[in-house]
């Protein structure tokens, strides 16, 4: 079946490095794809999305990054916060399907 | 705008006891989702709705029902509660207009069936 998978299930970083979470996707004809954030005892929420005719889009200090060629998205957080603290999912939408979750990725951001 | 909002919070059930999960959005979505999230996992859809009156499988629909009779009410029905109900259940919304969609997260209810 279809699935999304983070490759690190924790990454630890210090406090105002950069953060690189990876995800792979399995659906080559998925069009759409979003990280959320998800802080303990609270619901995803929304960071950033990005449409498969793009291959990068910034926010404010993240950056997400489609590889279609190897079906590889990442999320780049730039000066890491603790603040950033979560667990981080990507998410991928086939064509006529719905939102497919990956296992997601804890960060965790050392003072 | 409230977002998504569900009710309970926190809820400790009896195996064999029922219950109803609440889930109501003021955005006036169409679409609408039941997700469980199990410890240390991702998200696994359980129903979702495109709109009043219809309603549709997810990938774990065993155990639960659902119905639609509101575009903001979407709750969540649990029979016969079972250990292997234990977990976070999370609503979402989505506007539904057939494009590439964000989906808003309620707050979730921890449910323990004991």
């Known amino acids: 079946g279809e699935s999304v998978g983070l490759h690190l299930p924790t990454l630890s970083v210090q406090e105002g490095d950069n953060s690189i979470i990876n995800c792979a996707y399995s659906?080559?004809?998925?069009?759409?794809f979003i990280w959320y954030k998800q802080e303990s005892g609270k619901g995803p929420q929304f960071i950033i999305d990005?449409?498969?005719?793009?291959d990068k889009r910034q926010g404010q200090r993240v950056t997400v990054l489609l590889n279609k060629t190897v079906k590889h998205l990442s999320l780049q957080i730039a000066a890491t916060q603790p603040g950033d603290s979560a667990v981080y999912f990507c998410?991928?939408?086939?064509?006529?399907?719905?939102?497919?979750f990956g296992q997601g990725t804890t960060l965790q951001v050392k003072p | 705008n409230a977002g998504v909002t569900q009710t309970p919070k926190f809820r400790i059930l009896k195996i064999g006891q029922s219950m109803t999960l609440q889930c109501a959005q003021d955005?006036?979505?169409?679409?609408m989702y039941w997700y469980r999230q199990d410890p240390g996992m991702g998200l696994k859809l359980i129903y979702y709705?495109?709109?009043?009156?219809?309603?549709d499988k997810g990938e774990v629909p065993n155990g639960y029902n659902v119905s639609r009779s509101t575009t903001e009410d979407f709750p969540l029905r649990l029979e016969l509660a079972a250990p292997s109900q234990t977990s976070v259940y999370f609503c979402?919304?989505?506007?539904?207009?057939?494009?590439?969609?964000?989906?808003?997260f309620g707050p979730g209810t921890r449910l323990l069936v004991l």
């Open positions: 955005m006036n979505h169409n679409y």
């Open positions: 990005i449409r498969s005719n793009m």
């Open positions: 979402a919304s989505s506007p539904g207009t057939g494009l590439q969609e964000t989906q808003y």
């Open positions: 998410a991928e939408n086939p064509p006529q399907g719905k939102l497919i």
């Open positions: 659906n080559s004809a998925s069009d759409y």
């Open positions: 709705s495109v709109g009043a009156g219809i309603t």
